[in-house]
């Protein structure tokens, strides 16, 4: 059974630039694209972005990157 997680992708001009440009597009899938041109940096980074760290105060969730304590409490 197959499970999409999200919907298939469209217009992505990079990508489809990229693939285009091989000789067996059937080759090569998002994977092999960001294996290629993604440096692995770039890969922490943007899971940084899905996967932020959070602050816990007074029951509030808070993204941690925003977080101050004086504005918080006093703003």
């Known amino acids: 059974m197959k499970i999409n997680t999200i919907r ?10 990229w693939a285009s440009s091989w000789a067996k597009k059937d080759s ?12 692995p940096e770039d ?17 509030a969730v808070v993204l941690n990157a925003k977080y101050d304590h004086d504005i918080f409490l006093y703003g």
């Open 43 to 59: 890969c922490l980074l943007f899971c940084r972005l899905l996967f932020p760290d959070f602050f816990v105060s007074q029951g």
């Open 28 to 39: 090569v899938d998002i994977f092999s694209y960001v294996s290629a041109m993604c440096n």
């Open 8 to 17: 298939p992708f469209s217009g992505l001009s990079r990508y489809e630039l």
